[in-house]
């Protein structure tokens, strides 16, 4: 998965309850486009080129998924769901709302509806000012000068007055600061590396992937189960310890948490549907011996999702030893999960549908995720 890009996004209102309007804004570009990294103050400014209310103006710095096009055909749902009309882009006039892309990573594009970085910029005290106060040193790639550059270089009588009231950041509802180690568990195919990896990304953990792509078994289990089930286990077992153990032992200064897209319990719901049960057995008191001093998940998030969707997303990932998985094993490892789960007293644990979600293309699907987390 490619991870988020920087942009940055001027915001004015005056139209209306011009502050709400503003925060109205974010809250939407936060659902529908990407994660709220900063905030700048909130400036009073004249209307410039045309006669009306003052303005009320505003920065935001955005980590989003979306292409260029993609965040500015956001920005422009967004504007015209708040009344937004525009009806002659070439006179300035009043609006209730009004949402500019500046800058989008170094890219340097222009074409019929979309020119980055944005032509008048440079030139805007109440764009210089507000985005100075959130990432002074964010690079004009067409100028290649820093935003505090831009701002010291231009020429401007206007002193732009800041407001007392400062916009809220719907971002910072999602407080995983009461939690250390996060778990992720699924099903094959339900999207928990994925989920694990956006987490990261958002919140500033450590993230750690379990290796199952490098296990020389894994292929050979897909096509003679029977014969390949014990010396996988033992395997993942060994492989899981080393890597688990490793990584939680390793204190990172400069990220908040972790957070896995495996628990090594899986190890035991996995076992007890691929062996016999005399191994098993065998398998289990060895599982126990091994993990007894490795550290639980304070949290651990199951994400069901019906066999028919993981069929279709293990087919859409395209792993050749994962095209002949039948559904009934997909059915048995849901039912070993669920019993783990029923059964399980040390750990909390949030169980999220996610059957109609696609969380990866979808933001309105991943804000519900994260609600449902921190519900």
Request: hydrophobic share 40%; with cysteine; proline share 5%.
């Amino acid at each position: 998965m490619k991870g988020p890009k920087t942009a940055a996004i001027a915001l004015g209102s005056n139209q209306g309850d011009r502050f709400k309007n503003l925060q109205v804004a974010i809250d939407e570009i936060h659902l529908k486009a990407g994660t709220v990294q900063k905030i700048s103050r909130v400036y009073r400014t004249p209307a410039e080129g045309f006669e009306g209310p003052e303005f009320l103006n505003a920065c935001i710095l955005l980590k989003t998924y979306l292409s260029p096009h993609g965040l500015l055909k956001a920005l422009l749902r967004i504007e015209q769901k708040m009344g937004r009309e525009r009806k002659n882009l070439e006179q300035p006039e009043s609006r209730p709302i009004d949402l500019d892309l500046l800058i989008f990573e170094d890219a340097v594009k222009k074409t019929k509806r979309l020119t980055v970085p944005h032509p008048s910029m440079s030139e805007r005290m109440f764009v210089l000012k507000p985005l100075d106060d959130i990432a002074p040193e964010l690079l004009h790639p067409k100028l290649n000068k820093t935003v505090a550059e831009l701002l010291m270089e231009l020429e401007c009588n206007t002193e732009l007055e800041p407001i007392n009231i400062w916009l809220k950041n719907p971002s910072k509802v999602f407080n995983f600061k009461d939690y250390n180690y996060i778990a992720v568990e699924g099903n094959i195919g339900a999207g928990k590396t994925s989920l694990a990896t956006m987490i990261s990304r958002e919140f500033n953990a450590k993230l750690i992937l379990e290796r199952f792509a490098d296990n020389p078994f894994l292929p050979k289990f897909y096509k003679d189960p029977q014969r390949y089930a014990f010396t996988l286990e033992m395997s993942f077992l060994a492989d899981r310890y080393q890597q688990i153990s490793d990584d939680l032992s390793q204190l990172d200064l400069f990220r908040d948490f972790i957070v896995s897209d495996y628990d090594v319990y899986k190890s035991l719901i996995f076992s007890k549907i691929t062996l016999p049960e005399d191994e098993f057995m065998l398998y289990r008191k060895l599982f126990y011996q091994v993990y007894k001093d490795i550290a639980k998940p304070d949290l651990y998030i199951y994400l069901y999702q019906d066999t028919e969707r993981l069929q279709a997303n293990i087919r859409k990932r395209g792993r050749d030893y994962e095209k002949d998985i039948d559904s009934a094993y997909l059915d048995k490892i849901n039912s070993g999960y669920l019993e783990f789960l029923r059964n399980q007293t040390e750990l909390k644990v949030k169980m999220i549908d996610i059957s109609e979600l696609d969380f990866v293309k979808n933001r309105s699907d991943y804000i519900h995720v994260l609600n449902s987390i921190i519900d």
